[in-house]
């Protein structure tokens, strides 16, 4: 004589909590991420009559120069002429690369000067010089 069960097992998970678990995971995250954002030595940007925006940040390097004759880039401090190196890297890397030259406004002309050389024998030829914008 054959025996018929009467329960079956139900294996199955349920998933009635599932939208709350992934809700506090979501908001976790939100919470704990930190962007980072541009960091660099603490200038003070010259003001600027008119001034216009970077098309994209994907294809910019941003080299910051401090009053104090300080260059830095990517948070590593650099001299002048350690600059070509790292341009021409950079440049191999990313055609399309735009420098964005943070420039203290009472840092010396000639150390931007010898920096735009310096860009210049790297072949990264596009340019900006970044400013904010003066309030009347």
Same mark, same amino acid.
């Given at each position: 004589m054959k025996f018929n069960r009467k329960t079956q097992l139900d294996s199955e998970i349920p998933t009635a909590s599932m939208p709350d678990i992934i809700f506090m995971l979501l908001i976790?995250?939100?919470?704990t991420t930190v962007l980072r954002e541009y960091s660099g030595l603490p200038i +003070?940007?010259? @003001? !600027?009559k008119r001034i216009e925006k970077l098309k994209s940040k994907? =294809?910019? !390097? =941003?080299?910051?120069v401090s009053k *104090?004759?300080?260059?830095s880039i990517? *948070? @590593?401090i650099y001299k002048a002429d350690g600059v070509r190196h790292i341009m021409y890297e950079k440049r191999v890397e990313d055609p399309q690369l735009v420098v964005s030259? @943070? !420039?203290d406004e009472r840092a010396k002309m000639g150390l931007v000067s010898d920096i735009?050389?310096?860009l210049r024998k790297a072949d990264a030829l596009k340019?900006?010089? +970044? +400013?904010k914008t003066a309030v009347d």
């Amino acid at each position: 004589m054959k025996f018929n069960r009467k329960t079956q097992l139900d294996s199955e998970i349920p998933t009635a909590s599932m939208p709350d678990i992934i809700f506090m995971l979501l908001i976790f995250f939100m919470v704990t991420t930190v962007l980072r954002e541009y960091s660099g030595l603490p200038i +003070s940007l010259p @003001k !600027a009559k008119r001034i216009e925006k970077l098309k994209s940040k994907r =294809h910019t !390097a =941003h080299v910051w120069v401090s009053k *104090d004759g300080l260059i830095s880039i990517e *948070d @590593k401090i650099y001299k002048a002429d350690g600059v070509r190196h790292i341009m021409y890297e950079k440049r191999v890397e990313d055609p399309q690369l735009v420098v964005s030259l @943070k !420039a203290d406004e009472r840092a010396k002309m000639g150390l931007v000067s010898d920096i735009h050389t310096e860009l210049r024998k790297a072949d990264a030829l596009k340019l900006n010089y +970044s +400013s904010k914008t003066a309030v009347d």
